[in-house]
């Protein structure tokens, strides 16, 4: 069903009952605001295939209005933002060409910041993939003439300037029906997405459209019920980002859900917390392809997971390189919303037919920066996605939330009888049509019976029994499926008493993989886990240069002795030295079994047929016996 647009007036009463509060974490500095005053600030781009990108409205003179027009709208062509430069710094020419000089001015201009203190445990958590992530950005930043938290600095220094004039904090707001649902929409803007360089996350770029949805049931007295929130996270989706409204982990101070936003990512949690979360990198088709097959064998031949041996099994991955990163959502930091340091001002709405600068602009919100993993281009409006095609969040938001099947509780009774109707009907004429087949088959038997051992009859016979077999097989299909629909009913029925007598399913009944924060015992890692997590990248790479100059003759042989060393030391301080010892004692299995079937393989063909010859040899003549 297409989503309905409420009234304007009922979609900001609506809103504003259940606007969300919004936790930050200390150190954050980018915060909900309105769009309007950041696109004064912007200029717009265009980058057509093949050339340079081109400015078509400078900074300063860019509107909502003008946004939507969206000059240049061609086949390949790339709408983006550039969030201004700061003036006071463009002003000097020293600072402009010392990227040093000019980070130290723009944090000079942009002022001090909340302390933000990383804590311990961050490099024994995230691995040896992410710190080696996160030196290579760097030294490619440095490499282009960039210092790393450069850009942040400068959107801090803008970002300054524009709550200079008006200090607001702003949502951006739509309501609407769905398949009896009602969806409130909250649309968070921040201008800026710092979390590599302020927080030690995955990436940089400006503009982050972030997203908490409340999912209202009405009644027939036109009160409506809140039943659900979905707070988006990264780039996950259904649902495992919903909590009912009864769920004890979702905090609410009245009406209102409270959301702990992560710095930097601006990720939404449920609860305070570190949490660990991982950058999925796609990688080349053929490598994708050879990965997918090894993490079969891996996965569902040896039945190794990543939680262990008879750990659960992991979502799907296929095709990606997965680089952990901590995300810091402790709430302990600015507060908006109602019983916060800050309060929201009145929501700009989007509602049906959404705005000019919503509908119309199906560009970038910020800086293409060319990203093949687009983890630094800037993200889409709310009603697209980077490839301008229309985001299912806006068109079907309740199945994105994964609701889509889970009526209202207005119509779940209603549902269950319709279902329940239907599955009987089924079986109603499953048994009639079990009963005609039954009788064919019965008449099929005595006439398969009747030609039996007749010679004259032989063709017919043979075309009779495989008649026999293949309606045989086939109404015991259907008496399954019989039986299996009518204990569907049965549970049906349960269930609709369970209602009406006031049951509800667990709260989190839903949740497949529930994200959780790290727990006090992964955040009171030892200081030596933590010494060794921040020099262990070094020494490695210290270790492999010195094995090359002077132990060359040895080098396979070391390599694997320094790789294995490492390998077990950051296990033990990561608690996963059973697995690491599992997983390398069935490794080296499988590489001995191919090792000697590749030098062995002519013996091993001739023993593998004289042990199938003893064996048959052997139970041909314990027949005989008998």
């Given at each position: ?6 009234a ?6 609506l ?11 200390r ?9 309007e ?15 340079e990108?081109?400015?078509e409205?400078?900074c ?10 969206q ?5 390949g ?8 430069e700061?003036r ?12 040093g ?5 723009l ?30 950005y ?5 490499a ?21 004039q ?23 803007f921040y ?6 360089s ?9 503009a ?25 996270s990264?780039n ?7 909590r009912?409204w ?5 905090e ?6 409270v959301?702990f ?6 990720a ?20 994708a392809?050879?990965?997918?097959s ?5 996965r ?9 041996v ?12 997965n680089?952990?990163?901590v995300?810091?959502a402790?709430g302990d ?8 340091g800050?309060?929201?001002d ?11 600068w ?5 560009g ?31 068109y ?37 049509d ?17 030609m ?12 009779r ?20 629909d009518?204990a ?21 009944a ?5 994200h959780?924060?790290?727990s ?16 262990s ?12 100059a002077?132990?060359?003759e ?16 950051e296990?033990s301080?990561?608690g ?5 010892v ?26 593998a047929?004289?042990?199938?010859g ?13």
């Amino acid at each position: 069903m297409e989503p309905e647009s409420l009234a304007a007036e009922a979609a900001a009463a609506l809103l504003k009952r259940f606007e969300p509060v919004v936790r930050s974490t200390r150190g954050d500095r980018f915060f909900p605001m309105d769009v309007e005053p950041y696109v004064r600030e912007c200029g717009l781009w265009v980058q057509e295939p093949e050339s340079e990108a081109v400015c078509e409205i400078p900074c300063g003179k860019l509107t909502l209005d003008r946004l939507a027009q969206q000059p240049r709208d061609r086949f390949g062509a790339v709408h983006f933002l550039k969030f201004a430069e700061p003036r006071e710094v463009e002003a000097s020419e020293d600072a402009s060409h010392k990227p040093g000089r000019r980070l130290a001015a723009l944090k000079k201009i942009a002022g001090p910041r909340d302390v933000f203190r990383v804590g311990r445990g961050r490099l024994a958590r995230v691995g040896y993939t992410s710190r080696f992530a996160d030196a290579l950005y760097s030294i490619a930043l440095l490499a282009r003439g960039r210092v790393p938290g450069e850009a942040a600095a400068a959107a801090a220094v803008s970002y300054k300037r524009i709550l200079a004039q008006r200090e607001h904090y702003r949502y951006h707001g739509r309501a609407l029906r769905q398949d009896g649902w009602l969806v409130l929409q909250y649309w968070l803007f921040y201008p800026f997405n710092d979390w590599r360089s302020g927080f030690f996350g995955a990436n940089d770029h400006e503009a982050d459209w972030e997203k908490v949805f409340v999912f209202l049931s009405e009644s027939g007295d036109s009160e409506v019920h809140p039943e659900w929130v979905a707070y988006a996270s990264h780039n996950y989706t259904g649902d495992n980002l919903r909590r009912r409204w009864d769920d004890p982990e979702l905090e609410k101070v009245g009406e209102h859900p409270v959301i702990f936003v992560a710095a930097g990512s601006h990720a939404s949690y449920f609860a305070p917390g570190e949490y660990l979360t991982e950058l999925k990198l796609p990688l080349p088709r053929l490598l994708a392809r050879m990965t997918e097959s090894v993490r079969a064998f891996w996965r569902k031949t040896l039945r190794q997971y990543s939680g262990g041996v008879n750990g659960p099994q992991p979502e799907d991955e296929t095709g990606y390189f997965n680089i952990p990163f901590v995300d810091y959502a402790r709430g302990d930091g600015l507060s908006i919303g109602p019983g916060g340091g800050k309060q929201w001002d009145p929501p700009r709405l989007m509602q049906d037919p959404a705005p000019a600068w919503v509908s119309g602009y199906r560009g970038l919100w910020g800086l293409y920066a060319r990203d093949p993993f687009e983890g630094e281009d800037a993200p889409a409006g709310p009603m697209y996605n980077r490839d301008k095609s229309v985001s299912r969040t806006w068109y079907d938001p309740v199945g994105w939330a994964g609701l889509d099947k889970v009526p209202p509780p207005t119509e779940e009774l209603d549902t269950i009888f319709e279902h329940r109707t239907a599955v009987e009907a089924r079986c109603v004429a499953l048994r009639e049509d079990i009963e005609a087949k039954s009788h064919r088959l019965r008449g099929l038997g005595v006439e398969v019976a009747a030609m039996r051992g007749k010679s004259h009859l032989s063709e017919p016979y043979t075309a009779r029994r495989a008649e026999l077999e293949k309606l045989s097989e086939e109404v015991a299909r259907l008496r399954a499926s019989s039986a299996s629909d009518e204990a569907v009913s049965r549970s049906l029925e349960s269930y609709a008493s369970r209602l009406r007598a006031g049951e509800r399913d667990p709260a989190r009944a839903h949740i497949s993989r529930p994200h959780q924060p790290a727990s006090d015992a992964e955040l009171r890692t030892s200081r030596v886990a933590e010494l060794w997590a921040a020099v262990s990248v070094s020494l490695m790479m210290i270790a492999l240069v010195a094995i090359a100059a002077f132990r060359v003759e040895h080098l396979t042989s070391a390599l694997v002795a320094s790789i294995a060393l490492f390998a077990f030391v950051e296990a033990s301080f990561r608690g996963r030295l059973v697995n690491l010892v599992s997983s390398v004692n069935i490794g080296l299995g499988v590489v001995a079994a191919l090792v000697i079937l590749y030098e062995f393989f002519w013996e091993i063909v001739i023993a593998a047929v004289v042990v199938v010859g003893l064996y048959v040899l052997w139970d041909n003549l314990r027949e005989f016996r008998r």
